[in-house]
């Protein structure tokens, strides 16, 4: 049981690149979320899927675009990166409220983007 | 809107002393609450909960407990040890969204 993976852990790119970061949970989760945190400023909220087949905005989601493609992988795309989006980048999963179990997120690693 | 707000770091301590972490929460629903703990380099890890009022969660000498009429959710611990150094995250759930504090670094020294 790995929990939530994602990958890479680190990359580093140069204005206007595009790149995707991966995550997978094997929690059989309903929820992912895509989080950035920067320093002082804690976790902000990317995007988020409360089921396959949806996503919603978060408090940052200018510049980033999310796909839900089955209920184990969440992906973020950066599709012209910035420096603004330099930040460690981290991938959660959790069951709503009322499901059986926890309904706390679990984390994945985190992803160290630098753009150059 | 939803928010947690907790007490500003960084807090350094020596070791075996009393830790307290304010936190405090808008009254949203009835959210749960959380504290997470983040050591350097890796993911944010769960370190306790507590889902209604009056609850107290615990972990590892961890305490904190979810006060409704003040809405607070203060981490407290008795003896903390250089191990403990780490930052920590206060957290609510509403739904299917999570509200996260900005995170207080803690750094205990021999």
């Known amino acids: 049981n790995a929990g939530v993976t994602q990958t890479p852990k680190f990359q580093v790119l140069k204005t206007g690149q595009s790149m995707t970061l991966q995550c997978a949970q094997d929690?059989?989760?309903?929820?992912m979320y895509w989080y950035r945190q920067d320093p002082g400023m804690g976790l902000r909220l990317i995007y988020y899927?409360?089921?396959?087949?949806?996503?919603d905005k978060g408090e940052v989601p200018n510049g980033y675009n999310v796909s839900r493609l089955n209920k184990r992988e969440f992906s973020l795309r950066l599709e012209s990166a910035a420096p603004s989006q330099t930040s460690v980048y981290f991938c959660?999963?959790?069951?709503?409220?009322?499901?059986?179990?926890?309904?706390?997120?679990?984390f994945g690693p985190g992803t160290r983007l630098t753009v150059l | 809107g939803d928010s947690v707000t907790q007490m500003e770091g960084p807090v350094t301590l020596s070791e075996e002393a009393f830790l307290t972490i304010n936190c405090t929460y808008t009254?949203?629903?009835?959210?749960?609450l959380f504290w997470y703990v983040q050591y350097p380099g890796e993911g944010l890890q769960l370190l306790l909960k507590?889902?209604?009022?009056?609850d107290k969660g615990s972990n590892k000498g961890f305490e904190a407990t979810y006060r409704k009429e003040t809405t607070s959710f203060h981490l407290e611990k008795g003896s903390v040890q250089v191990s403990d150094s780490a930052v920590y995250f206060c957290?609510?759930?509403?739904?299917?969204?999570?509200?996260f504090g900005t995170g207080t670094s803690l750094t205990v020294i021999p």
């Open positions: 959660a999963s959790s069951n709503p409220p009322g499901t059986s179990g926890n309904n706390e997120q679990f």
């Open positions: 899927s409360a089921s396959e087949g949806t996503t």
């Open positions: 957290a609510k759930n509403t739904g299917n969204q999570f509200y």
């Open positions: 507590a889902t209604k009022a009056d």
């Open positions: 009254a949203t629903g009835y959210p749960s």
């Open positions: 929690m059989n989760h309903n929820s």
